[in-house]
């Protein structure tokens, strides 16, 4: 990941033609800071100038943060408080480079401390007329400083110290005549780590090889001068073109080229960095996103397998980084086939009209985001984040993990009086749905099944149960669609549904469900002298009835199922009630078809 970092680096370096001083200065966001108050001086006279910052010329500020609670590596400043911005920020500059500079620096330096004896005289005065240049500005703003109507970047003064106090930094630990950890290549000096990444620490002993020796923690991640400034521009290239929005998480889009030509990288990078052309692709194809509204990945899929791509996912605390996942070599190839899986799961679940329901991440989000609804935060994004990896890994989950989750929202949904039904039925069909889109993947193993007999209703399990391998998950599956053909009739005859309380809040074991056949039998029997009662759907429960005994007796006693599993497979059979009834009469057709055709060749005989 890092190489490749560094590799975008290289690129956006000379693509964009920058000096190396380019790659040090940070853009200051335009959004937030649109205005640049300038100390203007001229000779011994000064003057507050106020003009709007144009992001094309940014560099000239000369800008680079610093310490939250020091000065910057320039007198460039943003402005939070004003007064305290341009205490400790602004004249601080001033006054520790005048101080610190020695007798044969005077000369040269003569115009910064020129300029911190003047702002010492005259702070009040200046903060004064900074206040009524501000007055009529209720966006944000950044203090900097002219000299003879040059900017900071066209005073060769200022860029030496620059360089010296960035260089200061990332040098106060570092050897010479080292390997670099990132080109491979001995160079004359290397520095312990880049200024790149804030989540690379040496905070603790323990963090350091050699001893627990801080002098020689460059040894665990040695860095040259150039690899630095590289990793630097490609890491700014990243947060300023590649970073995209997940379900409440970001995530740094890192592109890695395998033996590509530079054609190939052009045309890639230029599609990731292009906003409009994004924008433009994405109205084309809203419905075909997997992660959100800004999602990339899908015009990435038709790329060649000379394309990688490393998903960052971080999160910053203060001044600090720290990764959450790091998910590494996704290949285009992959990438078709989870848009592949993703359109048949939406196949397999389009509404009556013909329109898809969209398949994306959120609905996975939906499960894991908050172990309690009354929380303010998500807490669940480690266990999001996993089951993100192993999408794109194509590696194994639980389904009694997964299952854990499903059924603590539907039972949520299910317990409560005032959700409407449809709620209930929405949170099954997405748990459902990715399900499916997890057992296509590969992410879920089949594992050992029986051999089972040949089903009435294997159409069904073939669309939407290849994870049903066993006897007793079809059993329960079935058996939840023979349960709301009951509350279907109750609700029809007694616009009530006593018989839910029968299904425990969805909390079933195994004991409970071998007692429910009997019992659903038992009161369907009771609704037939009502015609309410319909003819098929009598038919409907006569053969689901027989398809799960004879599923039960395969099944044995003992499964080797948890709870949520067994309350997963069947609350998924009531939601598919009229896919079961639809390929009952599907077979029904095909039987009472086979039998004309018999019956016309008997006749022709």
Known sequence: MISAIRD??????????????????????????????????????????????????????????????GINYSPTAMITELRKTFTVKFAAWFEKIHKE????????????????????????????????????????????????????????VFTEIFLKMVNEKDIQISSSDRMCSVCGEKKSLVMGGSSAFKFYTIDKPGFITGEF??????????????????????????????????????????????????????????????????????EKSVNNTIASEDDILHYLQDESDQLMLHLLFMQKVQA?????????????????????????????????????????????????????????????????????????????????????????????????????????????RDALMNTLFFVQLGNLSKGEGKQMKASRFESVFTEYGPHLNKPEKRALFLLGSLAQLLLDVQKNI??????????????????????????????????????????????????LGEEISSLLLQAGSGWKLSIDEMNFYFSTGMYLKYNVWAGLNEQKEVSEKQIIELEGEELVK
Not at 21 to 35: G, H, Q, S, W
Not at 256 to 281: A, H, M, N, P, T
Not at 376 to 403: E, M, P, Q, W
Request: net charge neutral; hydrophobic share 35%; charged share 35%.
């Open 101 to 156: 500079s020695k007798e044969e620096e005077f000369k040269e330096r003569f115009s910064i401390i020129k300029v911190a004896e003047i702002i010492a005289k005259e702070k009040e005065q200046i903060l004064n007329e900074v206040e009524e240049k501000l007055s009529g500005v209720k966006e944000g703003a950044f203090f900097t400083v002219k000299i003879d109507g040059k900017y900071l970047k066209q005073i060769p």
């Open 494 to 543: 007694r616009n009530a549904q006593p018989f839910a309380e029968r299904l425990k809040g969805l909390r079933m074991r195994e004991s409970d469900f071998l007692g429910l056949l009997p019992d659903i039998k038992e009161k369907l029997r009771q609704y037939e002298k009502d015609d309410r009662y319909k003819g098929n759907e009598r038919y409907f429960a006569s053969v």
């Open 320 to 428: 600090a980084e720290r990764i959450l996942l790091l998910v590494q070599d996704v290949f285009p190839s992959h990438l078709r086939k989870i848009f592949e899986v993703k359109k048949d799961v939406e196949r397999k679940f389009a509404r009556r009209d013909g329109s898809l329901e969209s398949y994306n991440f959120g609905r996975i989000r939906t499960f894991f985001q908050k172990s309690d609804e009354e929380k303010k935060n998500a807490d669940l994004d480690k266990y999001f984040l996993k089951i993100t990896s192993a999408v794109f890994h194509g590696s194994t989950l639980d389904i009694r993990f997964l299952t854990t989750f499903f059924l603590k929202e539907i039972r949520r949904k299910f317990l409560n009086d005032g959700e409407n039904e449809q709620n209930v039925r929405w949170a099954v």
């Open 213 to 282: 020796d801080e002098s020689r923690s460059w040894r665990n991640y040695p860095v040259c001068m150039e690899c630095n400034l590289l990793l630097q521009e490609g890491k700014r290239f990243l947060e300023e073109n590649l970073r995209f929005k997940f379900y409440g998480l970001s995530y740094l889009l890192i592109p890695q080229f395998l033996f590509g030509k530079l054609s190939l990288k052009d045309d890639v990078i230029d599609l990731l960095s292009d906003g409009e052309k994004r924008k433009s692709l994405q």
């Open 8 to 69: 975008l680096g290289e690129w956006t370096q000379s693509y964009n033609q920058k000096e190396v001083l380019d790659v040090l200065i940070e853009t200051i966001d335009p959004k937030n800071y649109p205005y640049a108050v300038i100390l203007s001086f001229q000779d011994d006279k000064w003057e507050i100038e106020l003009e709007e910052y144009d992001k094309f010329s940014s560099t000239k500020y000369l800008y680079r943060r610093g310490s939250p609670n």
